[in-house]
């Protein structure tokens, strides 16, 4: 066992009632009225934080990932007696969703939970639990109605306004619920679901080829981060081949890319900023193309498989795409100078939708919006995976909160991007493009920084079948913390604060 958590263990509030180490991985294993003392420990005083939560049926368990920077993952389980535990989110508000979902989903209840409502089952029948064991994925559930209560903010002037959950455009479906005093916005509830489609419940018993096709398709723009984490989690510590490194990180960088160009032009669309808009619509339209030429898709999939990569890039597409990103770097210039040069657009993003560092830790925020408000923290540092730990590159951090920090961060980290894809070219050996893996066994962890944030699959196996999948997407993390960050705004500026955080419907609704 490690030193660390040697050291880590002499100094827990309690003793574990057993505790191991898998595949570098620190696991406790604890009792139900444990796990929050435990978890609060860790994050308060270890500087951990909650990267996902969901419970196991076999063996009647809450599984509890906690990520300590720099030092390592750390797996709690905590046994249950029944179908109820002490709720976490009374001392830890990052829980506050994952309990909801696991009451709803898996039949476990959170006692004494501030808010026992549903979150992604729209009219779903009591005591019924798609991710319960007896629970057959071909069933039928018919819808039953009911009404959801919305937070009521009640006085004079008070006024509500819906939106969604059928938007404009190809946008995925959510409700925004808005209480105003006159333009501010003094409360906002997000409902989502819409699009929930059982992927987990798919995932039971899947065989690995089309489980990597199903991980590849939760959210189509981040394809290639959602296969990885898939790929690393099945491989389980299995050594993939050093080109196939350097390749998943190419694949990864140049999705991030596109995702961020996408979202530049997307916050000047939103403040009828029509010429930058169009030109960063055209960059991404380029990447895109690029995409195609080197992997034969416009969004990377089919890149990926368990145990390296599926696409190779010859030295021709090497010199294809060396070149194509010095031409992106110098195109993108004058799009940066007529953003940062415009009084008008920075008066609209300047200490627009502001989220500060002390909310982005209480609702473990992630990604691009968690570096925005100060939080230094990124999954290809702090917990290297592919080739990440033999790049130098700087985690792109800023202070404010705001749209323009969001903004900054973005751009920062795509030029960023541009460098790792270049060191990969000129670090790239020849060499195996995959090895075969065994068949899985146990839990397996996938935990990679997608365009949008931190994301974790996991996975458990037993006789090489898989029993329960657990997809967190960065969505997730985020979704809540805009409900803080438009506090004070004024409902037209809702749609560049949600551009400026570009969080997946598809992602979050599984």
Known sequence: MRPYDIE???SLPFPPSKYEERQGRLHLMVQEDQVRPLLSFLIKKEDGELSNLYHLPSGNCIMALVVVPRRGVIVIEGALEGTTYPSLTIELP?????????MEMSGIVPLDHPNMRPLHLHDWPKNEHPLSP????????????GTYHYRKVEGEGIM???????????????HFRFSTAGEPIINLEVRLGFVHRGVEKS?????????LRLTERISGDNGVAHSMAFCQAVEMGTDVPERAKMLRCIYSEMERIYNHLGDIGGMATDVAFAVPAAAAATLRERMLRLNHDLTGHRLLWGTMVPG????????????????????????????????????????RVETTGTLSLSQAKDLRATGPVARASGWDRDARRDFPYAA??????????????????????????????????????DLMQDGELRVEVPVPDGMGVGLVESPRGELVHCVHFENGKMIRYKVRDPSFCNWPTMEKAVLGNIVPD?????KSYNLSYAGNDL
């Open 160 to 174: 509500e306004v819906p939106v969604g959950p059928v938007h404009a455009g190809v946008i995925e479906p959510g």
């Open 308 to 347: 390296g990569v599926a696409k190779d890039i010859d030295a021709e597409r090497s010199d294809h795409l060396q070149n194509a990103l010095v031409d992106l770097g110098l195109s993108f210039d004058p799009i940066e100078d007529t953003l940062f040069n415009s009084p008008s657009f920075l008066d």
């Open 494 to 498: 809702f749609p560049l604060i949600n």
């Open 94 to 102: 990052s829980a506050h969703w994952y309990e909801r979902e696991m």
């Open 134 to 145: 007896s629970f057959p994925s071909d069933r039928e559930v018919p819808l039953v109605g």
């Open 203 to 211: 995932m039971e018993g899947c065989p690995l080829p089309r489980a």
């Open 388 to 425: 990440y730990a033999r790049m130098g590159f700087q985690v792109q951090v800023q202070r404010e909160g705001d749209v323009l920090s969001r903004l900054r961060v973005k751009i920062g980290e795509m030029r960023e991007s541009m460098s790792i894809v270049k060191q990969c070219l």
């Open 8 to 10: 880590l263990l002499d």
